[in-house]
T-cell receptor
Framework: KAGVTQTPRYLIKTRGQQVTLSCSPISGHRSVSWYQQTPGQGLQFLFEYFSETQRNKGNFPGRFSGRQFSNSRSEMNVSTLELGDSALYLC????????????FGPGTRLTVT | QQQVKQSPQSLIVQKGGISIINCAYENTAFDYFPWYQQFPGKGPALLIAIRPDVSEKKEGRFTISFNKSAKQFSLHIMDSQPGDSATYFCAASIGGTRGNKLVFGAGTILRVKS
């Protein structure tokens, strides 16, 4: 099976712009979770989507949003980018039931200037 | 209550030695405890995971020890190799209908000297 894919792999944006990141889960997986990784804050949970519905949400401002499509592919959007949004954004795919194995993609490296 | 505390922050081990990384948690509702390995420029890779109904799980050179009463779990890497040099993260989640939100430890940078 192909692994989790994320596009694009690298992005450079300017403060105030918005960005959309994409994630394709492992075939058959219905749960997609998003995480932010920074040197200062480590790995932090953003949100999880299951069957096109947000099932969990982390403690991030409303500028961070996501959605999931009927084919389980997911996108996350960050509006009004701030310098502090520079991070590695990781997507993880899971079979669906809670507390099950999550497999991460390679991430999208976002740099905000 | 959502925190997972990981130690040490960094670790240097000789080739062939045992690497030990420890994690502690507070939330007794956590029921799934995975370990991830991350190389520079890559996403975290699932290494091994345990649930609270067992005290130990072994897969190859990697072993998780779990102490439910102490709310602690640890990763042991036997016969450590230079290729094991990476950052290791412990994590915890509450399963069932609560979904797949992982709470991560801060990470341990492991260097295995040849």
């Amino acid at each position: 099976k192909a692994g989790v894919t994320q596009t694009p792999r690298y992005l450079i944006k300017t403060r105030g712009q918005q960005v959309t990141l994409s994630c394709s889960p492992i075939s058959g997986h219905r749960s997609v979770s998003w995480y932010q990784q920074t040197p200062g804050q480590g790995l932090q949970f953003l949100f999880e989507y299951f069957s096109e519905t947000q099932r969990n949400k982390g403690n991030f401002p409303g500028r961070f949003s996501g959605r999931q499509f009927s084919n389980s592919r997911s996108e996350m959007n960050v509006s009004t980018l701030e310098l502090g949004d520079s991070a590695l954004y990781l997507c993880a795919s899971s079979g669906g039931t809670g507390g099950s194995e999550q497999y991460f993609g390679p991430g999208t490296r976002l740099t905000v200037t | 209550q959502q925190q997972v505390k990981q130690s040490p922050q960094s670790l240097i081990v000789q080739k062939g030695g045992i690497s030990i990384i420890n994690c502690a948690y507070e939330n007794t509702a956590f029921d799934y405890f995975p370990w991830y390995q991350q190389f520079p420029g890559k996403g975290p890779a699932l290494l091994i995971a345990i649930r609270p109904d067992v005290s130990e799980k072994k897969e190859g050179r990697f072993t998780i020890s779990f102490n439910k009463s102490a709310k602690q779990f640890s990763l042991h890497i036997m016969d450590s190799q230079p290729g094991d040099s990476a950052t290791y993260f412990c994590a915890a989640s509450i399963g069932g209908t609560r979904g797949n939100k992982l709470v991560f430890g801060a990470g341990t940078i492991l260097r295995v000297k040849s």
